[in-house]
């Protein structure tokens, strides 16, 4: 952040107050001009009067008293116009981002039923663990759709998993987090959800590092139309690195050897949900992967700053009081 210094709200306020201030004060000088005139008298050997020690104290002692007074006025007056012109600290902020980008995919498929709540709760512990990348969501079961695409709006994303796992607890209120997953033939077209997520990134710059955290059990139910080792091929392709977590791996089974061997092909790695490691291997893996920072567009930040003007009407008015009633004795 650059910090560039006072700005007013309402510069427009303190220039017509002025002006008011000017305009009362030549009224109220004109006014008291002429009230002096007739009042004032001839008065024959006030010389000796005027010349005593006792009359010239008396004398310089009003003028310092109505000096503060006027310049006690003055700076109240003028403490009270910059306030009400609402002085800012304007900053100009450069944020950067990561270039990393990061899509989560989900199987939401019969067999995952028991484990996409706990794993929608992984994965926001995984956003906890990240800053600055962007980061999507995707959900498959006959086919993919997009829950939210790439943001690194971190509030939004916490609360759209929030809601994911109301949906995957099974909370009626939100079932259309479903939709547009059961378009296809079939159910759990893993290679068909892997491929919607490999193709989700809108950045086609190779030198950004970009990861898809595959959620699934690898069970295929249907006939889809890429099928996994396809979509393991399109990541490799487009320089996407693949991580695995597979709620349910039974030892070493078919569908888990056949997963672990497509993620490592991308570069990734694979990991048993069970593995208490997972999250934190996985966040490590994404992180290693250089990340340049980018800059955002510049923005300007303004803030309310009274504390001078407080500060100076206060001491305004402190010599305002004082002045008046030392006079008034």
Same mark, same amino acid.
């Given at each position: 952040m650059e910090l560039n210094g006072l700005d007013l709200k309402w510069p427009g306020v303190l220039g017509l107050g002025t002006l008011l201030a000017a305009l009362l004060a030549y009224a109220v000088y004109r006014l008291m001009s002429r009230r002096q005139a007739r009042a004032s008298a001839a008065v024959a050997n006030s010389t000796a009067l005027t010349e005593l020690p006792e009359y010239r104290r008396a004398l310089r002692r009003h003028r310092i008293r109505m000096a503060v007074l006027a310049s006690s006025a003055l700076l109240l007056g003028g403490a009270a116009l910059v306030g009400a012109a609402r002085p800012l600290d304007t900053t100009v902020d450069k944020p950067q981002t990561r270039s990393r980008d990061i899509m989560l995919c989900l199987d939401i498929s019969g067999s995952m039923a028991a484990y996409d709540a706990t794993l929608v709760s992984t994965f926001k512990t995984l956003v906890s663990s990240f800053e600055g990348e962007r980061i999507g969501l995707v959900i498959f079961n006959s086919?993919?759709?997009?829950?939210?695409?790439?943001?690194?709006?971190?509030?939004?994303?916490?609360? %759209?998993?929030? +809601?994911?796992?109301?949906?995957?607890?099974?909370?009626? %209120?939100?079932? +259309?987090?479903?939709?547009? &997953?059961?378009?296809?033939? =079939? &159910? +759990?077209?893993?290679?068909? =959800?892997? #491929?919607?997520?490999?193709?989700?990134?809108?950045?086609?710059?190779? @030198? $950004?590092? $970009?990861?898809?955290?595959?959620?699934?059990?690898?069970?295929? #139910?249907?006939?889809?139309?890429?099928?996994?080792? @396809?979509?393991? %091929?399109?990541?490799?392709?487009?320089?996407?690195?693949?991580?695995?977590?597979n709620p349910e791996e039974d030892g070493a089974d078919e569908e888990a050897v056949r997963m672990r061997d497509i993620v490592a092909g991308t570069g990734g790695r694979y990991f048993p949900m069970s593995d208490q490691a997972a999250i934190t291997g996985i966040v490590d893996a994404v992180q290693a992967q250089e990340a340049t920072l980018i800059d955002a567009a510049s923005r300007s930040l303004y803030s309310d700053n009274p504390t001078l003007p407080i500060a100076l009407a206060g001491i305004g008015l402190i010599g305002v009081i004082g002045a008046s009633r030392r006079w008034a004795s």
């Open positions: 086919s993919a759709a997009t829950v939210f695409p790439l943001t690194d709006d971190y509030d939004f994303i916490n609360g %759209e998993l929030d +809601s994911a796992g109301r949906a995957l607890s099974g909370d009626p %209120e939100y079932d +259309s987090f479903f939709a547009g &997953t059961f378009n296809g033939r =079939g &159910t +759990s077209l893993i290679g068909d =959800g892997l #491929a919607t997520c490999v193709s989700s990134f809108d950045k086609v710059d190779l @030198q $950004r590092a $970009r990861s898809v955290v595959f959620a699934t059990d690898n069970h295929l #139910a249907g006939r889809p139309i890429i099928d996994v080792d @396809q979509a393991g %091929e399109l990541a490799k392709a487009k320089g996407v690195r693949v991580y695995g977590l």
